[in-house]
Each structure stands twice: as C-alpha cells, then as structure tokens.
C-alpha cells in the first residue's frame, strides 16, 4: 500500500482528499501546516507527498525546495487554486513530478500519483539493471 501525506491549510480539502484517496486504496497522513510536515518527513518516508502552494507559514514551493535539497528522492505534486502557467513551470523546474490546479477532478489527481509512481518504478528499473550489467 502506497503512503502518501497531504499538506494543505485548508481542512475541508484535506478531509476530501484524504477521504477520496483512501477509497482509491492509499494510505493517507494529512497536515495542516508546511513546517510540521516538514518536521513529519524527516521522521517518516511517504511515496509522495501532495502539497498546497499557497499556505501561510510556508509556500509549497518553499517545502519542495527544502525536501529537494535534504531528499532529492522524495516525490512532491503541487496543488494550487491560484494556478497559472508560469507557476506550474516553476513548480516543475524546482523539481514538482507533476501540479494541478484546483478544482480538479479526484481522478485527474489519481492519474498523476499514479504516473509519478510508475515512473519512479521505472526510473529504480532501470538504475537497477544497470547495475546487473
């Protein structure tokens, strides 16, 4: 069973979203708060880790570059309501697998955790048969 945490400041989008991707078969941890969370992942590991860019204490972008540089392993999805274009290429740029702009439909973020997963896999794949030969 993939883990994954959600950090958003907003309860009622934690709650949908913890709830939805329970019902898809993932286990879910929730924070409301970037820095606790940030505390959170250095004690435990998660598949993915699916962030609100606008949070008061500290940006998602913020914790993506603090996660990147301490766990450059670590996947992060960027959720935002204030999407625009640029945002989202800076959000991949800092090293985001993938950003969606709310409102988004619980499928449409299926699909990313799913492909970050896989290509995660895949990437461990081939890192692995290189090492074979």
Aim: aromatic content about 4%.
């Amino acid at each position: 069973m993939k883990r994954l945490l959600i950090i958003d400041d907003d309860a009622s989008v934690v709650n949908w979203l913890s709830e939805a991707l329970q019902e898809e078969g993932y286990l879910v941890s929730t924070e409301l708060s970037a820095p606790r969370a940030l505390q959170r992942l250095g004690e435990e590991r998660f598949d993915l880790v699916i962030s609100d860019i606008e949070m008061p204490e500290l940006r998602g972008l913020e914790l993506l570059r603090s996660l990147t540089a301490t766990r450059p392993e670590q996947l992060v999805l960027l959720i935002t309501a204030f999407g625009s274009i640029d945002l989202a290429m800076e959000s991949v740029r800092a090293g985001a697998v993938d950003f969606l702009a709310k409102p988004f439909r619980i499928e449409a973020l299926v699909l990313a955790i799913e492909r970050a997963l896989r290509e995660r896999q895949l990437r461990r794949e081939v890192v692995r048969l290189r090492e074979a030969v």
